[in-house]
């Protein structure tokens, strides 16, 4: 059995971080899941739960915004395929950036008894929201079939929006997970974002109907927003041409999810070393 020491001196932790990150992969995956079982332990349903979350909320979707307020789906599209494809690609998001932000506030037992790349934390989170993704990913193969709606070449590019879409939520996760260990308010904070964020992002509606409306003094804002590009490619992979895409927002969604990205990697790792002070 192979075995290694740690040795805390200044400096080492700097110079050998990412092999002691490597070094300590067992325990990315020891938390990881953890966190599965955690999440769905003493539940009837178990997993079910992530098939019916993403199934309740686009019935209740499909009758608002298609019944009552009649907004339209892509040409070609049917509307509960278009709400779904932006469902799962969401709630993978906003539940992986939810779980980083709090991720080092709920290992805080761990924080103070040993040492270890704090960076784990984070990326040993995501595990869940990726068990609940493919989750809700075969429900929408099930309702593609139910529809005879069969994807075409598009699909080829899925795994590359799905990764945009977890590095996104790294990007701003790890800033509020630093964040969160200093000022709680901040887990008050992350649920209100993510409310927000379902509505201001194309989920229940097409980006087309924004596009037709480029004259509007909110039509910049609206493709500033990182999600937009992702979660329309994400649509777009699996509805090919039929869906709306805008390759100048996929490439201001990556520019943006990269610059955030590195500057929050960055300040995660520079407040690290206090999480110890904080906690």
């Known amino acids: 059995m192979k075995t290694h020491e740690v040795i805390i001196q200044p400096g080492r932790s ?7 990150l ?14 599965v079982s955690v999440r769905y332990k003493q539940t009837a349903l178990g ?3 992530g098939l019916i979350r993403p199934l309740t909320t686009m019935l209740i979707m499909v009758f608002v915004f298609s019944k009552i307020a009649k907004l339209p789906a892509d040409p070609g599209v049917p509307y509960p395929l278009m709400v779904l494809g932006g469902i799962t ?27 270890f790349p704090r960076l784990i934390m984070p990326i040993s989170s995501i595990a869940v929201s990726f068990v609940d ?11 593609a079939i139910w529809y005879r ?11 590359a929006f799905i990764v945009l879409a977890l590095l996104a939520s790294f990007a701003f996760g790890l800033f509020f997970a630093a964040v969160n260990v200093k000022f709680r308010d901040i887990g008050q904070l992350i649920p ?27 039509a910049p804002f609206y493709w500033l927003n990182p999600m937009v590009g992702i979660i329309d490619g994400f649509r777009w992979s699996l509805l090919g041409e039929k ?30 070393n206090t999480f110890v002070d904080d906690i």
């Open 149 to 159: 709606f069969i994807p075409d070449w598009h699909l080829l590019l899925l795994p």
């Open 192 to 218: 209100f974002i993510v409310q927000v964020g379902f509505y201001v992002c194309p989920i229940a509606y097409s980006s087309r109907l924004v596009s037709e409306k480029a004259n509007e003094w909110w």
């Open 47 to 49: 997993t079910a739960w």
């Open 14 to 20: 700097e110079r050998h971080y990412w092999r002691d």
């Open 243 to 272: 869906a709306y895409f805008n390759l100048h927002s996929l490439l201001l969604s990556v520019s943006i999810v990269a610059v955030c990205l590195t500057l929050s990697l960055y300040f995660f790792r520079k407040r690290e």
């Open 133 to 143: 993704f493919l989750v809700s990913l075969g429900l929408f193969i099930l309702l």
């Open 89 to 115: 690609v969401w709630t993978f998001f906003s539940t992986a950036f939810t779980q980083i932000s709090n991720s080092v506030t709920l290992n805080s037992n761990l924080v103070t008894k040993v040492y």
């Open 22 to 35: 490597w070094r300590n992969r067992e325990l990315m995956y020891i938390l990881s899941m953890r966190d």
